[in-house]
């Protein structure tokens, strides 16, 4: 079947603590909701719609799971996906408060999640963004005094260039924040946990099923290669890899490729050493490095975002380096694991949250951001779909470019931009 693929072979799928295989699509199906897209935007909208009583069934191309939900690098980040600007522009200031609470409802939802239904995924507070630049440095306190202004003081930790050593085992940084409202885990067992419990809950489950187009009406119908499903309502929630509603969609969000490596686990003096506070971290750079130590105390490094659709032939090759520049005391350790995949990057970082007709919806375009947005975008997909759209027009109401030339060329563009950043990093 097109498509058809299990999960790549990374560290995270060789440490699922559950398993969930759900049939083909055949037939035909009626529900009250079909969402389109089985990673966290799919499950976490079925899951909220399923608490609230309503009839769902998910059809994914691939495994539940199968995308960056299930490859990323578990960083449990606040925020939007970095489209705050953007939106105050539109919208001026009176809109902040209630911004910043968006920015961090994903958060709760997560936490809800894993009390409510007894989902291990290794969910861990603590998370540092690193400066490399002065200007780095200044936007840190811009950082720290608007979160201050939110209540989140008791959350914050400044730390200064003489103090980086102290929590991190590099001297490659002037400083950082630490946000200890932020954390990490192990996404794939979060997405496959909530799964469970949204079938458990009686969400139809159609896995390896190739959605081949949607027919609009008072009722549309999702059709596959061997069945079809007929709702009320259509969730489109396909991220980087959506092809469907191209009038809507096409060209406004494309695929960026992020690769990541897994040591073998380190000894209690190396993570000591490198990382004794156990911190999510992200560099300011804009071709960031980003990484953190597993359960397991393998430290998952990843990074090279890259937009122009080559993957590196050898990823540990391409990423080890770049590890080792941070901690050279890592050049000796083993790597046991190595995988890549495709976020879905919009160019002014919001993500689009909209409809294309009146009863099919789209929730795509994180920008890396997905752990904590997707949560947050499948509370407010089910708003939706009750008919309450406050917080879905906020973010439809926002003018999306489009890069012309299509797919592909347009990713050419995209990376060209990229190269201008990535020169800008090293300046």
Not at 1 to 8: K, R, T, Y
Not at 237 to 260: D, H, M
Request: hydrophobic share 35%.
């Amino acid at each position: 079947m097109p498509g058809s693929e299990l999960h790549c072979p990374s560290y995270y799928a060789a440490t699922t603590n559950q398993t969930v295989a759900f049939p083909v699509l055949q037939g035909d199906v009626r529900v009250d909701v079909c969402v389109v897209g089985g990673g966290f935007t799919g499950v976490a909208t079925a899951l909220t719609l399923a608490e609230r009583g309503y009839k769902v069934a998910v059809v994914e191309q691939n495994c539940i799971g199968w995308g960056a939900s299930g490859r990323n690098g578990g960083q449990m980040i606040g925020g939007i996906g970095g489209g705050e600007a953007a939106i105050l522009k539109h919208y001026g200031e009176g809109i902040a408060k209630d911004l910043f609470q968006m920015g961090y409802r994903g958060h709760e939802i997560i936490e809800q999640r894993i009390k409510r239904y007894n989902i291990d995924c290794d969910l861990k507070y603590g998370y540092m963004d690193v400066a490399f630049k002065n200007r780095h440095l200044q936007t840190l306190d811009e950082w720290q005094a608007e979160l201050n202004d939110y209540g989140m003081a008791d959350h914050l930790r400044r730390i200064s260039s003489h103090e980086m050593r102290e929590v991190l085992g590099t001297d490659a940084y002037k400083g950082g924040l630490i946000n200890n409202r932020n954390g990490h885990l192990h996404p794939l067992n979060l997405c496959l946990g909530e799964g469970r419990a949204a079938a458990e809950l009686g969400v139809q489950f159609f896995e390896n099923s190739h959605v081949t187009g949607i027919t609009h009406g008072d009722k549309p119908q999702v059709i596959s290669d061997q069945g079809k499903v007929t709702a009320d309502f259509v969730v489109l929630a396909g991220n980087a890899y959506t092809q469907l509603e191209n009038k809507t969609l096409s060209g406004k969000v494309f695929p960026a490729g992020t690769y990541i490596i897994a040591t073998e686990p380190l000894t209690d003096r190396e993570v000591a050493d490198i990382n004794p506070l156990d911190m999510a971290i992200c560099d300011m750079n804009e071709v960031l490095n980003y990484y953190r130590l597993s359960a397991d105390r393998r430290m998952l490094f990843g990074g090279r975002c890259n937009y122009s659709g080559r993957v590196p032939t050898n990823i540990k090759d391409s990423i080890f380096p770049r590890m080792t520049k941070i901690f050279p005391q890592l050049a000796n350790k083993r790597i046991d694991y190595q995988w890549g995949g495709n976020i879905g990057i919009v160019l002014n970082r919001v993500p689009m949250l909209g409809r294309s007709s009146k009863n099919v919806f789209y929730s795509i375009g994180y920008s890396g951001h997905g752990v904590n947005m997707t949560h947050l975008a499948g509370e407010i997909m089910a708003d939706a779909v009750s008919g309450t759209f406050e917080r879905m027009d906020i973010f439809a109401n926002i003018k999306h470019q489009k890069i012309p030339l299509g797919r592909k060329f347009g990713s050419n563009m995209v990376a060209l931009g990229m190269l201008y950043y990535k020169m800008r990093d090293l300046l």
